[in-house]
Structure formats: structure tokens, C-alpha cells
């Protein structure tokens, strides 16, 4: 199969998520017993080996050396993408995971809910995915169907009213660890698209501090600038905290929540009693269609 930068990272927050599996449920920052499973064989044997704590603590230390605080940040932001759906439920018709990746939640969902989810991703990433769910499954979900997108070019809502979106469904949007892999003027276009969701929709999505993107502060990882602005210049696009809220409004969204390291680190870190750091590099947000 193809490769590109992009594309390859879906696979290390999933591989995070398995390895955090193996901690106790008092202990887990996110539960998600298919990450493991839907990963390559050779990925699952490295999960594997993180049953033993002394590997686990020593792959998270390497991670935080790497990049202070960004174990907890993408666990937590799985988990907040995950209880903000879990309490709309009630409420939503449908859920759109833009960015899909490897991502579980879908396939999970469909354990407690017929709600339709539609997976959208470039068209390498739900090549990959079609084959991981039949490998998983042999029968996937019905309730889950795989949308193949280029945000940069492809009309996002007539591409998902193909696949048999409804449009005027109240929509959950999760929009995870995807801004900062698109140009300003992808982001523009999808929030564009989005504006005709109807009243009730929500939508959770992170971004990268503009800053950081920017050039003009890069010591909360020094490393991953090297890696993603650098050398591959794979990360394009950051926002600020104090500016989402406007920047929403003017695609029509209101915004609820955001979750920063200090949220983060209250919310989900201390209650399990683990002592990690949280990063400010990247945060997510919650909004609501006004």
C-alpha cells in the first residue's frame, strides 16, 4: 500500500490507547479495548510486551522525554471526544468522525447504539481501515460506514450524502488530531460545509497552538517542530485558545468547553492517581450549531 506522512500517523495514538489497556480501570486515562486489536501485527506485539508495567512506564517516559506531556494530552483528548458523545447521545441523529484513521469509537458505539457513523478519511487511510475492520470483524458494523474524502478538493457533505448521510440530522462532528494536517484553506472549506448542520449538532475538535506552528514558541517539544514543521512540514495550521470562540461564531457554532493541560490534568490525570504531565500544544474544544 502507498505511504505519505499524513497517513501514517494514525497509527501512534492508537498505539497509545492500547498500551494504556493494560493500566487498571481506576488507573486508565482512555478505555478502548479495540485499539490494540486494530493495529498491524507487528504493533500488537509491541502492545503486547507493555503488559509488563516496568516496559509501560519506560515506553511513556520515552514519549514524555520526547514530547513533555503528550501521553496524557492524547489520551485525554480520546476521552473527552468520548464522554461528550457518550452525553449527547440522547440528543443526535448522527455521528461524523472526520479524520477518522484507525479510530475505534465507531465500532464501539455500535455496541450500545444503531446510531449511523460515518468514518471519513482520505482515501489510502479508509483503504486501510476497510481491511482492518473485516480482519476484526469479518462482518463490520452496520451501523459504520467508511466515507473516502480529500478535504483539500472533495465537497465534504454531497461526498457524505452519497454514502447515505442524512442532512438534516443533528450531527455529533469529531474532528480529532486532523487541523493541523490541512492547509487554512481545507479547514475554512469543512467549516464552511458544516455551517448547514442543523440546530442540536455538536462538534469536538482539537488544534495546535498557532504559536507553535509558527514558529514562535516551539519549547513545549522542541522535537516533534523538528519532525512535523522541519522536515516533513506535515503540521500546517494552529489556532490560539482566546480566539476559538470568535472563530466559531462566524461558522455559525457556539462554542461550550475547551479542554487545556490544566482541565486535563484536573479532569482525568489526577483522578487516577498517576503523576504525568499535560501539555499545552494542543487543546480540544466543544461547540454547539446555533
Not at 494536517?181 to 482539537?206: I, N
Not at 506552528?213 to 523538528?226: E, F, M, N, Q
Request: aromatic share 8%; glycine share 6%.
Amino acid at each position: 500500500m502507498a505511504r505519505n506522512a499524513a497517513a501514517q500517523t494514525a497509527f501512534g495514538p492508537m498505539v497509545l490507547a492500547a498500551i494504556e489497556q493494560h493500566e487498571s480501570p481506576a488507573r486508565r486515562l482512555v478505555d478502548d479495548d479495540l485499539a490494540g486489536s486494530f493495529l498491524p501485527r507487528g504493533l500488537r506485539a509491541l502492545i503486547a510486551a507493555t503488559r509488563w508495567s516496568p516496559v509501560r512506564s519506560a515506553m511513556m517516559a520515552a514519549s514524555d522525554r520526547s514530547a513533555p506531556g503528550m501521553w496524557a494530552g492524547i489520551s485525554c483528548r480520546k476521552r473527552y471526544a468520548d464522554d461528550n458523545l457518550i452525553a449527547a447521545l440522547g440528543d443526535i441523529d448522527a455521528v461524523v468522525i472526520l479524520g477518522a484513521g484507525l479510530d475505534t469509537r465507531g465500532c464501539r458505539l455500535s455496541r450500545r447504539s444503531t446510531i449511523p457513523v460515518f468514518e471519513v478519511d482520505q482515501p489510502l487511510n479508509i483503504e486501510r481501515k476497510s481491511a482492518v475492520l473485516k480482519r476484526v470483524f469479518g462482518t463490520p458494523p452496520p451501523s459504520v460506514h467508511l466515507v473516502a474524502v480529500d478535504f483539500e478538493r472533495d465537497d465534504l457533505m454531497a461526498t457524505l450524502a452519497a454514502a447515505g448521510y442524512r442532512r438534516d440530522a443533528r450531527t455529533f462532528f469529531i474532528w480529532e488530531g486532523v487541523t493541523q494536517y490541512l492547509t487554512a484553506e481545507a479547514v475554512d472549506a469543512t467549516l464552511a460545509q458544516l455551517r448547514a448542520a442543523p440546530a442540536g449538532s455538536r462538534l469536538d475538535f482539537t488544534y495546535v497552538q498557532r504559536e507553535f506552528i509558527d514558529g514562535v514558541d516551539i519549547s513545549a517539544a522542541p522535537s516533534l517542530y523538528r519532525r512535523f514543521r522541519e522536515r516533513t512540514q506535515v503540521w500546517k495550521y494552529g489556532l490560539r485558545p482566546d480566539e476559538v470562540e470568535q472563530f466559531l461564531e462566524g461558522y455559525g457554532w457556539r462554542l461550550l468547553d475547551q479542554l487545556g493541560p490544566d482541565e486535563a490534568r484536573d479532569r482525568y490525570v489526577q483522578p487516577t492517581g498517576r503523576n504525568l504531565p499535560t501539555s499545552g500544544l494542543e487543546w480540544s474544544a466543544l461547540a454547539a450549531k446555533a
